[in-house]
Nanobody, 124 residues
Framework: QVQLVELGGGLVQTGGSLTLSCGAS????????MGWFRQAPGKDREFVAT????????YYPDSVKGRFTISRDNANNTVYLQMNSLKPEDTAVYYC?????????????????WGQGTQVTVSS
């Protein structure tokens, strides 16, 4: 059974940092683009970051650009999200996702595998 498992969520103060990790049991991990999304209560799921199959290409929305960094370790089937300078508006459940393509993907419907999510709470 294919699984994506997110780890690393928690409670942090404004300005703090957290690193999320996502371990994938899918055999095709190293050929897939990966992404992070988030969903706050009462809001739609929001794109946070994406990385292509090799790690050479990444993309972020303006809301997190310069603060968040996505990376991957294909040898260990893991993708990371380093989050710095966190703000209360970053509070959400963060989801890892895998897409059936090599290139970066920013639209949630183009991902076919999803993790269960991990809660990130930023206190003011």
């Amino acid at each position: 059974q294919v699984q994506l498992v997110e780890l690393g969520g928690g409670l942090v103060q404004t300005g703090g940092s957290l690193t999320l990790s996502c371990g994938a049991s899918v055999r095709t991990f190293r050929s897939r683009a990966m992404g992070w999304f988030r969903q706050a209560p009462g809001k739609d799921r929001e794109f946070v970051a994406t990385i292509n199959w090799s790690g050479a290409s990444t993309y972020y929305p303006d809301s997190v650009k310069g603060r968040f960094t996505i990376s991957r370790d294909n040898a260990n089937n893991t993708v990371y999200l380093q989050m710095n300078s966190l703000k209360p508006e970053d509070t959400a459940v963060y989801y890892c996702a895998a897409a059936p393509t090599h290139s970066i993907v920013v639209v949630s419907k183009d991902y076919d595998l999803w993790g269960q999510g991990t809660q990130v709470t930023v206190s003011s």
